[in-house]
């Protein structure tokens, strides 16, 4: 069986506090319902790269890791992570409910839109390591 890998170039373009933002990211898989992995304050989907190939294979959905860019004269804060994560879903999945995976800062992003919009979301994970 051939491993998945993720592949790259893929963006889209929310809105967050009246700007527009460019959003990258990573993806692997196909299928629903997908599981979207969302990083802390670093931004980055580089921890989650080797991962989320074995993971929509295990799976046999899609797994977007996003790349959160910085937002110039926006002060980071549990809203506006909830908000970046809220719009980056709808993006995705439109309606469907999705598999959060939260990581760091992003963990804390996912459950504060767990408890506030419970019907886009199936399941919350909080990895304590994405190595190995």
């Given at each position: 069986?051939?491993?998945?890998?993720?592949?790259?170039?893929?963006?889209?373009?929310i809105?967050?506090?009246?700007?527009?933002?460019?959003?990258?990211?990573?993806?692997?898989?196909?299928?629903?319902?997908?599981?979207?992995?969302?990083?802390?304050?670093?931004?980055?989907?580089l921890?989650?790269?080797?991962?989320?190939?074995?993971?929509?294979?295990?799976?046999?959905?899609?797994?977007?890791?996003l790349?959160?860019?910085?937002?110039?004269?926006?002060?980071p804060?549990?809203?506006?992570?909830?908000?970046?994560?809220?719009?980056?879903?709808?993006?995705?999945?439109?309606?469907?409910?999705?598999?959060?995976?939260?990581?760091?800062?992003?963990?804390?992003?996912?459950?504060?839109?767990?408890?506030?919009?419970?019907?886009?979301?199936?399941?919350?994970?909080?990895?304590?390591?994405?190595?190995?």
């Amino acid at each position: 069986m051939e491993m998945q890998t993720a592949t790259h170039s893929h963006y889209f373009e929310i809105e967050v506090g009246g700007m527009l933002v460019v959003i990258p990211y990573v993806r692997a898989g196909q299928g629903e319902p997908a599981s979207v992995v969302f990083p802390g304050l670093s931004g980055s989907a580089l921890p989650f790269e080797k991962n989320i190939g074995p993971l929509a294979q295990k799976t046999g959905s899609r797994v977007i890791a996003l790349n959160l860019p910085p937002l110039s004269g926006l002060r980071p804060s549990l809203e506006l992570g909830t908000e970046i994560l809220s719009e980056c879903l709808t993006e995705i999945a439109g309606l469907d409910p999705v598999n959060l995976i939260g990581y760091s800062a992003g963990g804390a992003f996912a459950l504060n839109l767990a408890l506030r919009q419970p019907e886009k979301i199936i399941h919350v994970s909080f990895p304590v390591q994405m190595d190995n």
